[in-house]
């Protein structure tokens, strides 16, 4: 299994980005996928989370400005990120869910400053 993460940058506050995650080597339609973030010093904590079905949830911090979404036909699933904070600053990864383990992405950096 294999995750490459992209679309990472530096926004000002109140941009817009948009990751990419693209997986391969697994079924991914049918796999959960989550987007994760971890801060300098900080745990790693998750962002956004969606099911095979599409079902998908968020942490409060993030609910309403971030959404995931994901396309099977190209086995890649989205974060679209609006009204960025400096706070949301961290190196974001996704994760493939296979059973109970958990596969992760290299990471793509996302900087808010002005």
């Known amino acids: 299994v294999q995750l490459q993460a992209s679309g990472g940058g530096l926004v000002q506050p109140g941009g817009s980005l948009r990751l990419s995650c693209a997986a391969s080597g697994s079924s991914f339609s049918t796999n959960y996928m989550g987007w994760y973030r971890q801060a300098p010093g900080q745990q790693r904590e998750l962002v956004a989370a969606?099911?095979?079905?599409?079902?998908?949830n968020y942490a409060d911090s993030v609910k309403g400005r971030f959404t995931i979404f994901r396309d099977n036909a190209k086995n890649t699933v989205y974060l679209h990120m609006n009204s960025l904070k400096p706070e949301d600053t961290a190196v974001y990864y996704c994760?493939?869910?296979?059973?109970?383990?958990?596969?992760w992405g290299q990471g793509t950096l996302v900087t808010v400053s002005s």
């Open positions: 994760m493939e869910q296979i059973g109970l383990q958990g596969y």
């Open positions: 969606i099911t095979s079905g599409g079902y998908a």
